[in-house]
Each structure stands twice: as C-alpha cells, then as structure tokens.
C-alpha cells in the first residue's frame, strides 16, 4: 500500500478544493476500462430494503389459504394468465414494458447478511467482506463524464449500520450520497456553491475564500488515505464534478417542470426516481435508488397500503420517462430487496423474513418486456421453476456493463479474487 505524504503547500492546495468539494475527494478516482462489450452504460438499482412482499404484490395467491392470500385482491395484466395484486394498478398494467421474475431465492433470512449478498454478489458475513456491485463498477469503469460512477440516492442501505459499501476497494470507490431530494429547496452539499461566493467567480477567488478553514482537517484526510495513489489527477477530477455546469444540472431538481415533479410524486421515492433519471443523463454508471421500509413484521397491510401507491406510482412514472426519452436501449432498471416475505401471516399480522422466494424487476438494455421468469408454488414458498439466486442477478447486472464477473481484483493483501465466486448470467432475461 501507498501513504501519500504531503508537505505544507500541498496541504493548501487540498485544503482549498476540500472545502468546496466537501466529501468528495475520497470518492473520485480514475479506473481501468472494461474489455467486455456492453448492453447498458448505466445500471439503475432501485432496492427495497426490508424486503417486499411478494405474495401481496406481484405473485399474489388467490386460491390459498386466508393466512396465506392476505388482505387484497388481485387483477389481471395485459400478459395472459399472469395477475398482480390490486394495489399496484400502474405496475400491473405496464408488465408488457418490464420483465418479472417470480423465482428470487437464497438461503438467508438475515437483513444484513442477505443485504451484502444481493448487493455484491458473494456470501459473507453481515458486515460486508466484498464490495457492493455499484463499488467495483467504480473500479472497473471509472468515470463516463464529470459525474461519480456511483451515486446512492438518497444515501446507501443501512439496517443496524450503512450497507452497500466499497468495502476493501476503499473509499475512492465508496458512493457518492445525494440526501434526500424530496424538499422544495434542495442541493447537494457537495455541489452547493458556498455563502458569499459567486456562481460565476474565479477558481482561485473560490479557493481563497474558505482556505483557512479547510486546510488542516482536509489535510490530514487525505494523508491518512492509502489508497490514493495519483493525487494529481484524483484532485483535478473532484475539481471538474465540483466547478462544472453539468455536475450541478445534473442533480438540479428544479429546473424540472412541476408537472413532472408531480407525475412521479414528491416522495423521497419520487423525487429520487426522478433524479435517477437524470443522473443516466449526466453519465453516471450505477445509481442506488434505496426505497427502505418494507420489513413489515406486524400490521403488514396497514403499511402496505401507504407505501403500494406511492411505489406504484413512481416506478411506473419512471419507466414510462426513461422509455418516452428512449434512456432504457442503453440503461438496465433492476428493483428488487434483500429476500421476499414469510407465505403465511404470523400472529402480528405480518410477515417475516423469507429468502427461499421473492419477485424481482428488470427493465430496459434489451431485456425481454412481458416476460415472466420462474414460478413459486402454490403458498408462495418456494421456487418450482428457474430459481435465480444473488450470484446469478450480480453477473447479470456487471455483464451488462461489459464487466467480466470472473475478472479478478486484488485485495489489500495482495491477493487475487474473482468479482465473483459463482453465478451465471441470467440469459432468458435477454431478447
């Protein structure tokens, strides 16, 4: 490993960007290019923390048991045979446009552990031995343009503590966190131009003016940074994302018309579906769209009933604007949680954790629209058809940007280690 050391001047040339750029610095790194051929040059994961339910969305069982079937009813899709539940009207009428597979399935009930695992890939333990999926596109594509490759919206998944993260990758490829775009007035920390200073003064009269009060925290930061190797470059690509006209339209909500703002909802979800959107228009590789709070242990349908409609509606806004501006040829829309929920309700009226089954969404990047993948058995218990487990969504996802699952990485120790230990592209997926 490399420590870089810095002497006072180099100190104040870090010390002043810092303080525009905020948190930025240990997030923007250059990276090798991929040598795959891509179907998308954007990945979009909008991931339901908790864990949805898929008896009560897209896998309804009518036929079953009360405990089973639930509270709602069901209504027919433009797909023959196949039905959602009727809380999701929008989704259930747009199936012809998204693929479904109703054959998620792992062996791990646990948030945390199954959270790492969908989202890298590889099985560990729940505090996250190997990289998220977004971390090491960072490493193997770096940048399309003046935007981070990886952009968690409005931050990363956390239970217990923050998942989705770089992991030994390190914090250069750690995602870059948008906060919660759902207020009227808001800005991206890292972007917002300071008090006092004008939009369109100088570099230097910009650096100048919070010098003082970045310099020695900013400093130590990066010294203590071992994974930054080519600080030269590293400090001229934060300075582009942090100066640069593109980076600040880009996450510029408001220049959106208020009946687009409203098509998706002024949710935390909606706006953050929205600002999806335009981040696969600023370039970015992999955006996480986390939608938590679906770990419904008691009152399930009390909680349903709120979040269904506002889910509903914005997934469904996003994928008719990323079709209507034609994003979805080159952009792969994933939507899935860590596990599915239990077929039978317990005693709470809820429905606790089930990995052996769950739905999961697919869109865009010549995925196969009306497709349905995969059945589960008559409770909702288990996979009776094509089960698709973690490993095989991550090769999935990484082939499509070009990147060679079986590609090795090295770890700090030196050691090589495939991206992925298992797991096999999901080619039905693909017309």
């Known amino acids: 490993m490399l420590t870089v050391r810095?002497?006072?001047?180099?100190?104040?040339?870090?010390?002043?960007?810092?303080?525009?750029?905020?948190?930025l610095l240990q997030r923007l790194a250059a990276a090798p290019a991929s040598a795959g051929t891509p179907r998308a040059k954007s990945v979009v994961l909008i991931f339901l923390g908790g864990g949805i339910s898929h008896h009560d969305t897209f896998?309804?069982?009518?036929?079953?048991?009360?405990?089973?079937?639930?509270?709602?009813?069901?209504?027919?899709t433009p797909v023959p045979g196949v039905r959602f539940t009727d809380k999701i009207p929008l989704l259930a009428s747009r199936l012809p446009r998204y693929t479904l597979v109703r054959s998620g399935s792992h062996h791990n009930d646990h948030h945390e552990t199954a959270t790492n695992w969908v989202l890298s890939g590889r099985f560990g333990s729940p505090f996250g031995d190997y990289p998220a999926m977004g971390a090491v596109v960072s490493q193997q594509l770096g940048f399309r343009g003046e935007l981070p490759p990886y952009v968690a919206i409005p931050k990363?998944?956390?239970?217990?503590?923050?998942?989705?993260?770089?992991?030994?990758?390190?914090?250069?490829?750690?995602?870059?966190?948008?906060?919660?775009?759902?207020?009227?007035n808001f800005r991206v920390d890292d972007l917002a131009t300071a008090p006092g200073m004008a939009a369109n003064g100088s570099n230097r009269d910009r650096r100048r003016k919070n010098l003082r009060e970045a310099v020695d925290g900013l400093a130590r930061q990066v010294e203590a940074n071992d994974q930054i190797q080519t600080y030269d470059a590293f400090q001229q690509r934060?300075?582009?994302?942090?100066?640069?006209?593109?980076?600040?339209?880009?996450?510029?909500?408001?220049?959106?018309?208020?009946?687009?703002?409203?098509?998706?909802?002024?949710?935390?979800?909606?706006?953050?579906?929205?600002?999806?959107?335009?981040?696969?228009?600023?370039?970015?590789?992999?955006?996480?769209?986390?939608?938590?709070?679906?770990?419904?242990?008691?009152?399930?349908?009390?909680?349903?009933?709120?979040?269904?409609?506002?889910?509903?509606?914005?997934?469904?806004?996003?994928?008719?604007d990323m079709g209507e501006r034609g994003l979805l040829e080159e952009t792969l829309v994933a939507v899935?949680?860590?596990?599915?929920?239990?077929?039978?309700?317990?005693?709470?009226?809820?429905?606790?954790?089930?990995?052996?089954?769950?739905?999961?969404?697919?869109a865009g990047a010549g995925t196969r629209p009306g497709l349905v993948l995969g059945a589960t058995d008559k409770l909702g218990g288990f996979p009776t058809r094509r089960p698709v487990g973690p490993a095989d969504v991550a090769a999935t996802l990484l082939d499509s940007l070009g990147i060679d699952p079986k590609r090795q990485i090295t770890t700090p120790d030196g050691r090589p280690l495939e991206i992925l230990d298992q797991g096999e592209v999901v080619r039905e997926l693909f017309a």
Not at 6 to 23: C, E
Not at 66 to 73: C, D, T
């Open 6 to 23: 810095m002497g006072r001047r180099d100190s104040l040339r870090l010390g002043a960007l810092g303080a525009f750029s905020g948190g």
């Open 59 to 76: 896998d309804p069982k009518p036929d079953a048991p009360p405990e089973v079937r639930g509270k709602y009813g069901t209504q027919a």
């Open 156 to 184: 990363n998944p956390s239970f217990t503590w923050e998942l989705g993260r770089s992991a030994f990758l390190g914090g250069r490829h750690e995602s870059f966190k948008t906060g919660d775009p759902a207020p009227q």
């Open 238 to 320: 934060a300075a582009e994302m942090v100066l640069s006209p593109a980076a600040r339209r880009a996450f510029s909500l408001e220049s959106e018309t208020d009946r687009t703002r409203e098509r998706y909802g002024r949710t935390t979800f909606g706006q953050g579906c929205l600002l999806a959107r335009r981040l696969v228009e600023g370039g970015v590789r992999w955006i996480t769209v986390n939608h938590a709070g679906w770990d419904h242990h008691a009152k399930i349908f009390e909680g349903l009933d709120k979040k269904l409609p506002e889910f509903d509606r914005a997934l469904s806004a996003f994928l008719d």
């Open 336 to 362: 899935f949680g860590e596990f599915g929920r239990t077929p039978t309700l317990n005693k709470d009226a809820g429905r606790d954790h089930w990995g052996k089954a769950g739905s999961l969404l697919f």
